[in-house]
């Protein structure tokens, strides 16, 4: 059995504006719908990623620390990351269509608040308005495609939708690299007036109205459930982000984050469990595909995000690379991803999801290690492949595992599932970072350690290249100890930078054999999209 025309989200006339209505008749509303979600889901995704390389400027102009500034990005990821799973329970509570564009409103208004913020205090308020209202976009954006089309037109639909999720990633740093360097720091978030204002009046013109009986759904309000899942999401946001320069346990404020994060998690999970009303409907992990789906999207956001945070670090400190040059780096990955998506829309529904997924697996793993040999003679072109294959695979890994989660659950399911399935993403992508800032600091002091024990004057390589320096400085007309101390210098900075490259290889090979060993995680998820789906609908009726 196939979707009937009016379970289709945006298929009933008569919730539809006149200018929809004409559109339906056309057969070209679906896409419309996606597209509107997909600019509203752009505008969210750009923006986790844009202001990391807007942050020195915006430290100097506000006069603050760097831990200070740190709090610009980790206020932003801490309301992303509570309202995600919530995002379901708001769509039923106020209506698909409303909660969607209060979200859209709310988001462009607190995009013009960062802008104007006259010190870090309103800024970091600012950004937490921002995440709040950011976060329900992502989820919701893609449960209402999901919803827009017949199982048969999904992989396309889904196609267009991810691209954005995609991409903007790629393009965030490009984009925030050059407002930065023209406008200033403030017109990245100035950029999103004139694209959160038509987004909201696509919205606002395309969406149906929402159905009073559909709202009734969402029953009472379970602010306990929402309270726990504040506290254990945030503390554990906290954590992740601010564990590195803290020293992780050994700090007082970790661990008092980490426990709170723990009770709160724990108490969150047996509360929504035991209410009638849950805030998150964890019930949704009964799918077999959604335990799966879940675990490798974490996957995906530790190793994806984890090398599109890397890669950018490496070449603006050791290559000396600026912002804007490490963003346009990103750029032939981000082409690629875009031509695969429209390859995808083509054989997304006659190729098995797990096929696709294993392939892109292991194009992600070459991807690592591909980088993992990096040098100091490592130029630009050196980049290219390994991204390439980076933009590739995380396609047709991101795509086909969407459809495979999702895919195969009943209609009444999917909201639900997609602001779990966003939130473990989002989660892995944090997971991630923190992870990769821990192993970078504490492996390349380890290297270094190793490296200096082998300085010695009993090793000669080290005291020839002592005496070629020293001699070097002193024809420039330094005298005897001052050569001798900038000739250490020098040997100082390529000891450093030497274990800065062995820590990097050992963390591209990390991400590679993470995607390896993670494979047998693919064989929980559901078949073919397409039929699955629709037994999924006909079961639902």
């Known amino acids: 059995m196939s979707e009937s025309a009016t379970s289709l989200y945006g298929a009933d006339p008569e919730f539809l504006s006149p200018l929809a209505a004409k559109l339906l008749e056309k057969g070209i509303l679906k896409w419309v719908i996606s597209l509107t979600a997909s600019l509203a889901a752009i505008l969210e995704v750009i923006d986790t990623v844009i202001t990391n390389v807007a942050l020195p400027d915006i430290r100097g102009n506000l006069g603050a620390s760097l831990s200070e500034a740190g709090w610009i990005s980790t206020s932003y990821a801490c309301a992303n990351v509570v309202i995600i799973p919530l995002s379901a329970w708001l769509g039923y509570r106020f209506g698909k269509k409303n909660y969607f564009m209060f979200s859209l409103i709310g988001f462009t208004l607190a995009s013009l608040m960062c802008g104007l913020s006259p010190n870090l205090g309103m800024l970091i308020f600012a950004r937490v308005v921002q995440g709040l209202t950011g976060g329900g976009l992502l989820a919701k954006a893609q449960s209402i495609v999901f919803e827009a089309f017949p199982s048969t037109d999904r992989a396309f639909a889904q196609a267009i939708f991810g691209m954005g999720i995609i991409v903007g990633p790629a393009i965030g740093p490009v984009m925030g690299g050059w407002l930065t360097d023209n406008l200033g720091w403030r017109w990245i978030f100035y950029i999103n007036l004139p694209l959160g204002l038509l987004a909201v009046l696509m919205a606002w013109t395309f969406l149906p109205t929402d159905d009073k009986k559909e709202m009734n759904r969402a029953g009472t309000v379970d602010w306990t459930g929402i309270g726990l899942l504040a506290v254990g999401l945030a503390c554990f946001q906290i954590m992740l982000e601010e564990g590195q320069q803290e020293g992780w346990f050994e700090s007082d404020f970790i661990l008092t984050t980490a426990l709170l994060s723990l009770v709160g998690i724990v108490l969150f999970v047996w509360r929504e469990l035991t209410t009638p009303h849950p805030a998150v409907d964890l019930r949704v992990l009964r799918h077999r595909s959604m335990i799966g789906g879940t675990l490798y999207s974490a996957i995906l956001g530790i190793g994806l995000y984890g090398i599109m945070f890397a890669v950018p670090i490496f070449v603006q400190d050791y290559l000396h690379y600026t912002a804007l040059q ?5 750029v032939p990955g981000a ?10 829309g083509k054989i997304g529904n006659k190729v098995s999801p797990k096929v696709l997924i294993t392939i892109g697996a292991l194009l992600t793993s070459l991807t690592g290690f591909s980088l993992m040999n990096m040098n100091p003679d490592t130029g630009a072109g050196q980049f290219f492949w390994p991204l390439v294959f ?13 459809i495979a989660t999702l895919g195969p659950l009943p209609k009444k399911d999917i909201a639900a599932g997609s602001g779990l399935y966003s939130l473990t993403r989002q989660l892995g992508s944090s997971i991630g970072i923190a992870l990769i800032t821990t192993i970078l600091v504490r492996r390349e002091a380890q290297h270094r350690a190793v490296l200096v024990e082998r300085i010695s004057d009993f090793r000669p390589a080290f005291t020839d290249r002592l005496h070629t320096l020293t001699g070097f400085f002193s024809s420039q007309g330094a005298d005897p100890v001052a050569a001798h101390d900038q000739a250490m210098k020098t040997i100082d900075r390529v000891v450093t930078g030497q274990a800065t490259i062995l820590s990097y290889g050992e963390l591209f090979l990390g991400v590679a054999a993470l995607f390896i060993l993670t494979l047998p995680v693919i064989l929980l998820l559901g078949g073919r999209a397409g039929k699955d789906a629709e ?5 639902a009726h």
């Open 326 to 330: 490490s963003g346009m780096l990103l």
């Open 535 to 539: 037994e999924a609908a006909a079961a």
């Open 335 to 344: 082409i690629v991803s875009a031509t695969t998506m429209m390859l995808f």
């Open 390 to 402: 980076r933009g590739a695979g995380s396609v047709l890994i991101y795509m086909p595992l969407s």
